[in-house]
């Protein structure tokens, strides 16, 4: 399947809704005032938050769009104010091979995606041949060392693990040491659920932090934070507590083909400003995209290519 098709059926939900929801708006009414407002009730809801909605049904007015306009008229607009929202925080994962490894760390609450998404980057990663390890540094877990066990050894991606709650940081340092000596490119390192309200995991990843930084004040090069669609406008709450803790470097949105809820990407662009890099629809190894506003913002209204 092609990229976009993968992706279209990706997020299939939030477009399906949406698309319904905008059809029904139209259908048998001339485009006037109550019409906007009823749009932009229905924009609202689908979490693109007020800011955005408003400059869609600004854009409205001001094109004066015809009686006429076809369905795919009314899309490309909403999709084309939706893009230049986005654009500005579309960026692309560029390795600085300059700075060996290059070292990320995945942050965000339990069940957002992290450990599939360190292996997911990892594959892509090699796929584009650079020298990757992981580092299981959710120690508190059996279960989560396993997982990303299971995927290391799937994907063929060297592993450092401690022993079930082996101290985070010094596992992160060890495994700092282990990518400098084989020589790899980047290091890759998953993080433990962090409830955002609990405050000894929060402390556990700022001490990850300050240690990497005792090696080299440059490091980590990326802290993502890996936010879960379909908890909504939840995800605002959890990205200005991460904030607090660490600074983000750039967010990736996972499980939108599991919701009708992924316009709360645009909002959250729009509102915090931080750069987009990866979104996921589905929980195999191919299904992570780096983050492009306009196949997004096309797909999300349901419009072709
Ligand atoms: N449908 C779907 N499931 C996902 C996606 N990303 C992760 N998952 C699933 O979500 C669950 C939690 O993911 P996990 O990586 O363990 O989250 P963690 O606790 O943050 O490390 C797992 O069952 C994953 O397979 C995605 O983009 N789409
Ligand atoms: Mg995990």
């Not at 000596?181 to 000894?200: F, S």
């Not at 299904?287 to 997004?296: G, I, N, R, T, V």
Request: aromatic share 6%; charged share 25%; proline share 3%.
């Amino acid at each position: 399947m092609k990229w976009f098709s993968k992706l279209t059926k990706g997020l299939k939900k939030t477009s399906g809704k949406l698309t319904e929801s905008i059809s029904k708006v139209f259908t048998h009414r001339k485009i006037d005032a109550a019409t906007l407002e009823d749009l932009e009730d229905i924009l609202i809801q689908s979490d693109l938050g007020v800011n955005v909605s408003t400059k869609i049904i600004q854009r409205f007015e001001k094109e004066k769009v015809s009686k006429e306009a076809t369905p795919s008229e009314i899309q490309l607009l909403i999709a084309d104010e939706i893009e230049k929202v986005l654009h500005p925080h579309q960026k692309e994962l560029k390795i600085d091979t300059a700075k060996k490894p290059y070292v990320m760390i995945m942050a965000g609450v339990n069940g957002s995606g992290k450990t599939t998404t360190c292996a997911k980057v990892g594959w892509q990663l090699i796929e584009q041949g650079f020298r990757v390890r992981l580092a299981a540094c959710d120690t508190f877990r059996a279960a989560a060392v396993e997982q990303l066990a299971v995927w290391a050894d799937r994907l063929h991606i060297p592993l450092s693990k401690g022993a079930f709650n082996t101290d985070p940081a010094s596992l992160a340092f060890d495994s700092y040491k282990e990518a400098e000596k084989e020589n790899a490119d980047v290091l890759i390192i998953d993080t433990a659920g962090r409830l955002h309200t609990n405050q000894n995991l929060m402390a556990e990843l700022e001490k990850i932090i300050r240690v990497l930084k005792k090696i080299n004040p440059d490091l980590p090069h990326e802290i993502f934070l890996v936010l879960d669609a379909t908890i909504g406008q939840n995800t605002r709450v959890q990205l200005e507590a991460f904030q607090k803790v660490a600074p983000i470097s750039g967010l990736i949105m996972t499980k939108l083909d599991g919701t009708a809820r992924g316009g709360v990407l645009v909002g959250l662009a729009d509102s915090f400003k931080l750069p987009i890099y990866f979104i996921g629809t589905g929980e195999a190894k191919e299904e992570l995209h780096p983050f492009d506003a306009k196949s997004f913002s096309h797909a999300l209204v349901g419009l072709g290519e």
